[in-house]
């Protein structure tokens, strides 16, 4: 009932879904600069044209679309840019937990080990060696 109110909790993403997402619109923003550049380079042809054909308005225009495709392609190596900044940051987050779950569980580990040896036995174990080497002797 409380979820039909409240709504359902929202899943907590995964490290690896998030970096598979990241990779995914990393090549979605490839594909587009790839198509941003053939504009661009159809559009200097077509400006190359019109200036041979003595129309200089028609090739401003060219021109000014070119540079409005260039702006849109500097804008998408921005976005890229931040992506791998999030994956690296994101993948360095997750070689830290990975670290620190580790050594969370050595350190559990030293203190079952320190549990399960007491000093008694430690001083009763080496004074049965000393005797036994004394014994030998």
Do not use: W
Not at 3 to 16: I, T, Y
Not at 24 to 46: A, D, N, W
Not at 110 to 136: G, L, S
């Amino acid at each position: 009932m409380f979820s039909r109110l409240f709504g359902k909790p929202k899943e907590e993403p995964s490290a690896l879904s998030t970096l598979d997402k990241l990779n995914e619109t990393l090549e979605m923003l490839e594909k587009k600069e790839k198509v941003l550049q053939k504009k661009i380079s159809m559009e200097i042809e077509r400006a190359r044209e019109y200036t041979r054909a003595k129309n200089k308005r028609a090739a401003i225009q060219c021109l000014k679309r070119k540079r409005l495709y260039e702006s849109q392609v500097e804008q998408l190596g921005n976005f890229q840019l931040r992506i791998h900044d999030q994956m690296i940051l994101l993948e360095g987050a997750k070689a830290t937990t990975e670290t620190v779950d580790a050594l969370r569980s050595g350190a559990t580990a030293m203190k079952a080990i320190q549990k399960a040896t007491r000093i008694d036995d430690v001083d009763k174990t080496m004074d049965e060696i000393n005797e036994q080497t004394e014994n030998m002797k």
